[in-house]
């Protein structure tokens, strides 16, 4: 039923219009194109990686996910954004992108994932704590734009 | 007096122990080694660019960074390090880093530069927030390891 994988050029009207539905649920202006993702994401020097869930065939959802770094522990990966449409979810799928993530992670030789936890995302916050994520019970670190966000990490350690 | 210029692998050593001291002052194990700087720094599929400040031709200071993005938003820099030796401070140095790679994301269309403000850096927030970072006043979001940081975001537009 369940089948996560890479993304290419051809899923950028499908990716898009899934950061379409995850910006709203965000409540942020989606400044990107297809375009523009076309370039950053597909082109030679691509910026980031894209994992597309489908269920029963159908786009369920997606994880973003880049290089990241720390001068302390090493290599990491960034994981922007994680994405289950509301229709699919309570099927795992998030939890699904997350370990093909962290599969990445320790194929890659990183220490872990970073990630922003959104104080509002009362469903994902659960499942990365019992992942072994550490996600402040607080949130109160409140951008201008009005979203709240902590620092997480996934580590393999 | 100042030159600031991009690392060569040569400057590893040099690099290392810079890291060595901020880590002292972020009360920070530090986990990496001149050769993982070596490899991820300096190989065909660099992690993170390094640009050294020499001032009267003496290591001063220095800053990481590497490629991150949004996907609201499009491309962006995360400036990972920016430190200047104790006794370096006071001459400007620190803004003159973190122009040049402020520089360099317009150069590449970024939107603009990613960062951690660490609570206790008294000195550096203040120019961050001169130079158009957004700082919250009250860096709540504490790591278990005891550091509080906020996500700052210096933007172009």
Redesign the interface.
Same mark, same amino acid.
């Given at each position: 039923m369940l089948n996560i994988r890479q993304a290419t050029a051809e899923d950028v009207p499908t990716l898009h219009s899934l !950061?379409q539905e995850? *910006?709203e649920y965000e409540h942020?202006?989606? %400044? !990107?194109t297809e375009q !523009?993702l076309t370039n950053?994401g597909f082109g030679v020097q691509a910026? @980031?990686r894209v994992l597309i869930a489908e269920f029963g065939g159908n786009p369920a959802g997606y994880a =973003?996910f @880049?290089?990241?770094?720390?001068? @302390?522990?090493?290599?990491s990966l960034?994981l &922007?954004?994680l994405f289950v449409r509301p229709e699919f979810r309570k099927n795992k799928i998030g939890r699904a992108l997350f370990s093909r993530v962290a599969a990445i992670a320790i194929q890659e030789n990183c220490f872990g994932i970073m990630l922003?936890a959104l104080d509002r995302n009362e469903l994902g916050n659960p499942v990365l704590q019992e992942d072994g994520c550490?996600v #402040?019970r607080? %949130? &109160?670190?409140?951008? #201008?734009e009005g979203q709240c =966000? *902590?620092?997480c990490c996934w580590s393999r350690r």
């Open positions: !950061i995850m *910006a942020l202006p989606l %400044l !990107i !523009i950053d910026k @980031f =973003i @880049f290089d990241s770094y720390s001068t @302390f522990q090493g290599r960034f &922007e954004d922003h550490y #402040p607080q %949130l &109160e670190n409140c951008l #201008p =966000i *902590a620092d």
